[in-house]
């Protein structure tokens, strides 16, 4: 399974960015039933996990990212967005997708590229 990020640039301060992340490979139908979610690796810093969507479709994100980025998917695609609005300095990150939510321990994917999203003050 490959996991291809897009989306991602340079925005100021209070800007907005759509990334998209795109499953292909051999997984028929089983994207539906995975929990999905979007991490982010700032410079230095460990991957963490900002938001997820369980596959039926209920929504959590972390607390700095709350009320300013949104999650979504399309199942017939094969892919999940995410939404990002009021950017900030500190949102600069490579922005991966990959299974996961907030409560459990999740198998990884193999991480795709990412996309580097730049925040300027």
């Known amino acids: 399974v490959q996991l291809q990020a897009s989306g991602g640039g340079l925005v100021q301060a209070g800007g907005s960015l759509r990334l998209s992340c795109v499953a292909s490979?051999?997984?028929?139908?089983?994207?539906?039933?995975?929990?999905m979610g979007w991490y982010r690796q700032a410079p230095g810093k460990q991957r963490e996990l900002v938001a997820s969507?369980?596959?039926?479709?209920?929504?959590d994100s972390a607390d700095s990212v709350k009320g300013r980025f949104t999650i979504s998917r399309d199942n017939g695609k094969k892919t999940v967005y995410l939404q990002m609005n009021g950017l900030k300095p500190e949102d600069t990150a490579v922005y991966y997708c990959?299974?996961?939510?907030?409560?459990?321990?999740?198998?990884?994917?193999?991480w795709g590229q990412g996309t580097l999203v730049t925040v300027s003050s």
């Open positions: 969507i369980s596959s039926d479709g209920r929504t």
């Open positions: 990959n299974r996961g939510n907030f409560n459990t321990d999740y198998s990884l994917l193999n």
């Open positions: 490979g051999s997984i028929f139908s089983t994207f539906r039933s995975w929990d």
